[in-house]
């Protein structure tokens, strides 16, 4: 376990579908990352959340939306994506902007 | 642009050989860096990490090097064990507020 838990650890929805991906950090962290992981890719960043406020938005499209209710949860709100979007959703969390701790992934396949 | 990137995309060992796995880096001003280890299903997993004032940091089976001169970066694992086999991607921080991470080097240990 990394402390960061992530759910749900599959998703399968369609271009038309509205769903949330949830991550939960444990470990009193004040930076939460979305990251992803495509085959074959390096890791993208999507976005960067500092104390709750968004400090990155690393050109996402607007069909993903990030939600920091608070320090420990980081919401990813998904609708009307695209099958390019089909990929390995990771949520991190840092005390500093080096050593990340990953969740597992969300698994998502759009239809 | 800058980019971190690796030389071997797989690496296949014998079980109890040490293994070595490169990585290349072009940021000058990289200050930072970090290797993930990533089995299937789960996500990236720190391993070790070193600043850019030190050229080689020891844990437990794992060194990494680092020499500034050629922007070379290796993790080298003694002894490899069949649990090893994983993706391994190394990351730099150039002072900004993230990571940059390598497309990844797949090691796989034969009994």
């Known amino acids: 376990e990394t402390g960061v838990t992530q759910t749900p650890r599959h998703l399968v929805m369609g271009m038309t579908n509205k769903k949330s991906l949830k991550c939960e950090q444990h470990?009193?962290?004040?930076?939460m990352y979305w990251y992803k992981q495509s085959a074959k890719k390096p890791l993208e960043l999507m976005f960067v959340?500092?104390?709750?406020?968004?400090?990155e938005n690393n050109s996402v499209p607007s069909r993903f939306s990030p939600e920091c209710p608070n320090s420990s949860h980081l919401f990813l709100h998904l609708h009307t994506l695209q099958p390019e979007d089909s990929a390995l959703y990771l949520c991190a969390s840092s005390q500093a902007a080096e050593k990340l701790f990953f969740g597992s992934g969300t698994q998502l396949s759009v239809l | 642009g800058e980019s971190v990137g690796l030389h071997l995309p797989t690496l296949s060992v014998q079980e109890g050989d040490n293994s070595i796995i490169n990585c290349a880096y072009s940021n000058s001003a990289s200050d930072y860096f970090i290797w993930y280890k990533q089995e299937s299903g789960k996500g990236p997993q720190f391993i070790i990490d070193i600043r850019s004032n030190m050229d080689k940091r020891q844990g437990q089976r794992v060194t990494v090097l680092l020499n500034k001169t050629v922007k070379h970066l290796s993790l080298q694992i003694a002894a490899t064990q069949p649990g090893d086999s994983a993706v391994y991607f190394c990351a730099e921080n150039s002072g900004y507020s993230t990571l940059t991470f390598g497309k990844g080097t797949m090691l796989l240990v034969s009994p």
């Open positions: 959340y500092n104390f709750k406020e968004q400090t």
């Open positions: 470990l009193g962290h004040n930076a």
